[in-house]
């Protein structure tokens, strides 16, 4: 890649001198900007200020070790999904291991060839591009998301007054209608039907009084006055005179005559 196609900053942290000036000239020359620090809460407290695109981070440092830098780098929202590079002189596979668990994205081992390092770095540089590139997404269609409900709770409620106008005309009708018989007819779900009586209407709902009690959360049919009133029972209770008052919440009215729903 053109050095002058790269704008991506690299943070590299060791506490030695020498390593510090061959990382810099090496990845200058490959056009990256790069920031060196000799101490860990150096580089904590510059990627605060401005952060990096990606950090090599030296294990065995003197105050703060590598790991304990990334897990405070992890531990920050704000820092905490800068790409972290293990640069260490110790093989062991639990030392790589455990700058993983810390946070890390990669470890490599001292001595190491530039290719090698030059080859992660783009890896995980790519890596990062396309994370937030999908967060931007993400978040791009989540507005577009909001937008459009936002528009259509606005249609809604636009057209709603109307609607509740229309519907209050026809549920007052119907009110009217089973309010004028008291008489009516109940049948839950296989039982054979019952009659009851019809002690109150709501807009959503019945009082009926029947001589057995019917179960909660039963769904019922009650036949009245010409219309076919389909609801579950919400409450029912035995009365002083040994019948039970039960409380229908009304799911569908069918007028039997025209069979139609109103």
């Given amino acids: 890649m053109n050095p002058s196609d790269k704008s991506q900053c690299i943070m590299v942290v060791d506490d030695q001198p020498g390593n510090l000036k061959l990382m ?71 030392d790589k291991v455990k700058g993983l668990r810390a946070g890390g994205v990669d470890y490599i081992a001292k001595p190491f060839q530039f290719e090698e390092v030059y080859a992660r770095i783009e890896t995980h540089l790519k890596l990062r591009d396309s994370q937030q590139e999908l967060k931007l997404q993400n978040r791009l269609l989540e507005e577009i998301v909001d937008s459009r409900t936002r528009e259509l709770n606005e249609a809604q409620d636009r057209l709603l007054p109307g609607v509740d106008r229309r519907l209050g005309v026809e549920r007052r009708k119907e009110i009217r209608m089973v309010s004028k018989p008291k008489a009516a007819t109940l049948a839950v779900a296989a039982r054979m039907p019952i009659e009851m009586q019809v002690t109150d209407v709501s807009r959503n709902g019945l009082g009926i009084v029947t001589p057995s009690p019917v179960l909660v959360g039963s769904s019922v049919v009650v036949i009245c006055g010409g219309l076919t009133i389909n609801g579950t029972v919400r409450h029912c209770r035995p009365t002083p005179d040994g019948k039970h008052a039960a409380g229908i919440l009304i799911d569908k009215i069918v007028d039997t005559c025209v069979g139609r729903k109103i």
């Fill in 24 to 94: 810099e000239g090496m990845l200058r020359q490959e056009g990256y900007e790069v920031r060196s620090f000799s101490s860990g809460r150096m580089a904590l407290a510059a990627a605060a200020h401005q952060q990096p695109d990606l950090i090599l981070l030296d294990v065995n440092m003197p105050e703060m070790s590598g790991y304990e830098v990334c897990a405070q780098l992890k531990s920050d929202i704000n820092l905490s999904e800068i790409p972290v590079i293990f640069l260490s002189a110790l093989h062991d596979t639990r």
